[in-house]
């Protein structure tokens, strides 16, 4: 497999944990029984899990800033977590060109939710992309 299928793993996994609040582990473990990824996808996709879940309260509140008038418990549960996916590549993933990171997410919402997604996804990651850069020339 490659990054591509790799991320809709994390996506995926991600999305079923703030559905079901399962034991991260556990549920890593399981989702990992169930699909076909190579050691480096897994790795990929643990890191992704485990990130995302640390640095929750932080990618939330880059979320809610970006978001101006949708609140979190506005933002659908598919979209919140492509969102937190790509803003955790954005943020804390230097290996990742956040135009990837972007793209991606626009594509997952666009696969996993509706075609109109696709235009909001991008439009608050261009937002969280711009609150970050603005941040790095301070």
Sequence with gaps: MGRKEARDGAFKMLYQLDINSNNKEDALNAFFEEYNFTSADKSYITEIVNGVHDKIDEIDSILSSASKSWTLSRISKIEKAILRLAIYEIYFREDIPDSISIYEAVELS????????????????????????GENEN
């Design 110 to 133: 666009k696969m996993y939710d509706s075609p109109k997604a696709g235009g909001f996804v991008n439009g608050l990651l261009r937002g969280v992309l711009r609150k970050k850069e």
